[in-house]
């Protein structure tokens, strides 16, 4: 099993800033491909930074030049930074992994539990 574990959210106010953090635990062989995604009230969920096991990035078109998604393969963590917060940016925000997991060594695409981002003046 595999467990992915999102921390880091929480009330901003419109311009602030926050880093979300996402530990990889478990049966784990390689952590590929990473990353973020976001889930609005009444929205479907959507995509918001990807970044590979080399470290090549692509965002949403939205965020960029205000979100940065970086990880630490040493560690299994991926983050997310995220600055100059708008209200339109309030979700839940969930971590994603492609996992290489023992003992099948086939790869399995993992979720976190998410974490609320709500940005409120």
């Known amino acids: 099993q595999v467990q992915l574990v999102e921390s880091g959210g929480g009330l901003v106010q419109p311009g602030g800033s926050l880093r979300l953090s996402c530990a990889a635990s478990g049966s784990i062989s390689r952590l590929k491909g990473m990353g973020w995604y976001r889930q609005a009230p009444g929205k479907q969920r959507e995509l918001v930074a990807v970044?590979?096991?080399?470290?090549?990035?692509n965002y949403e078109d939205s965020v960029k030049g205000r979100f940065t998604i970086s990880r630490d393969n040493a560690k299994n963590m991926v983050y997310l930074q995220v600055d100059s917060l708008k209200p339109d940016d309030t979700a839940v925000y969930y971590c994603?992994?492609?996992?290489?997991?023992?003992?099948?060594?086939?790869?399995?695409?993992?979720w976190g539990q998410g974490t609320q981002v709500t940005v409120s003046s």
């Open positions: 994603n992994a492609k996992v290489v997991a023992y003992p099948s060594l086939h790869e399995y695409d993992y």
């Open positions: 970044i590979s096991r080399g470290g090549s990035t």
